[in-house]
C-alpha cells in the first residue's frame, strides 16, 4: 500500500488555460476527497465522491471545476480558464469503507499538487 | 456553517519544553482529526478522537476531545525540533459526505 498519489506535485501555467490534477487513492478505499488549500489557512473541501458518483459538491466549486471518478478508482479535476486566484495547494485524501461513527470521518492525504496560476 | 478555530496561531519554543494548541469551535462534531503537515507536502494523520471526554496519547503528544465534542487540545512534552511543523485539527461532519472541517493550523518551530 502506497498511500494517496497524486500527480502531478506541481503545476505552472498561464491564466487562461485548462489544467488536470489526478488522484490515486488508496486501494479499496471507496470515497475519494477533494481540497484546496492556501497559504495559512487550512484545507477547504470541495468535493466528495463515493466509489464512481460524486454525490457532494462544495460552493466554492465554481462550473470551472469539474471532477470525475470514472471507475470508482482514480480521481481527475480540471479547471477551465485558470485564474491567478486558483493558486494554491490541491489535496486528495480518501476514506475506507465500513468505518461506524466518527471514524468514518478519518481521511489519508497525498501529497497534494500545488499549482501556480501567472 | 461549521467553524473550528485554532489558537494560537505561531508558536515558537525552546527544545525540552511543554506547549498546548486548543481547537475550539460553538459546533458539534462526530470526531476531531489532528494532523501535521509539512511544507509542500499533505497532511498527515496524527490520531482520531470519537469520544467526547477521550483522551489518547501518540509517546510525547496528548490528544484530547472535549466533553461536549466542540472542542480539543494537542499538548505536547518535552517539543523536540523534529516536532516542528504545522498542526491542523480538523472536525469531522455527521452528513453523508464525511468531510473535514479544518481549522487553520498553529505553526509550531521548536528551536535547538
Known amino acids: 500500500d502506497t498511500g494517496v498519489s497524486q500527480n502531478p506535485r506541481h503545476k505552472i501555467t498561464k491564466r487562461g488555460q485548462n489544467v488536470t490534477f489526478r488522484c490515486d487513492p488508496i486501494?479499496?478505499?471507496?470515497?475519494l476527497y477533494w481540497y484546496r488549500q492556501t497559504l495559512g489557512q487550512g484545507p477547504e473541501f470541495l468535493t466528495y465522491?463515493?466509489?464512481?458518483?460524486?454525490?457532494?459538491k462544495s460552493r466554492l466549486l465554481s462550473d470551472r471545476f469539474s471532477a470525475e471518478r470514472p471507475k470508482g478508482s482514480f480521481s481527475t479535476l480540471e479547471i477551465q480558464r485558470t485564474e491567478q486566484g486558483d493558486s494554491a495547494m490541491y489535496l486528495c485524501?480518501?476514506?475506507?469503507?465500513?468505518?461506524?461513527?466518527?471514524?468514518?470521518?478519518?481521511?489519508?492525504f497525498g501529497a497534494g499538487t500545488r499549482l501556480s496560476v501567472l | 456553517t461549521q467553524l473550528l478555530e485554532q489558537s494560537p496561531q505561531f508558536l515558537s519554543i525552546q527544545e525540552g519544553e511543554n506547549l498546548t494548541v486548543y481547537c475550539n469551535s460553538s459546533?458539534?462534531?462526530?470526531?476531531l482529526q489532528w494532523y501535521r503537515q509539512e511544507p509542500g507536502e499533505g497532511p498527515v494523520l496524527l490520531v482520531t478522537?470519537?469520544?467526547?471526554?477521550e483522551v489518547k496519547k501518540l509517546k510525547r503528544l496528548t490528544f484530547q476531545f472535549g466533553d461536549a465534542r466542540k472542542d480539543s487540545s494537542l499538548h505536547i512534552t518535552a517539543a523536540q525540533p523534529g516536532d516542528t511543523g504545522l498542526y491542523l485539527c480538523?472536525?469531522?461532519?455527521?452528513?453523508?459526505?464525511?468531510?473535514?472541517?479544518f481549522g487553520s493550523g498553529t505553526q509550531l518551530t521548536v528551536l535547538p
Open positions: 478522537v470519537v469520544t467526547g471526554g
Open positions: 480538523a472536525g469531522g461532519n455527521t452528513g453523508s459526505a464525511r468531510q473535514l472541517t
Open positions: 485524501a480518501s476514506s475506507p469503507r465500513g468505518l461506524a461513527g466518527g471514524l468514518g470521518n478519518i481521511q489519508y
Open positions: 465522491f463515493q466509489n464512481e458518483a460524486q454525490l457532494e
Open positions: 459546533s458539534v462534531f462526530s470526531s
Open positions: 486501494s479499496e478505499h471507496n470515497r
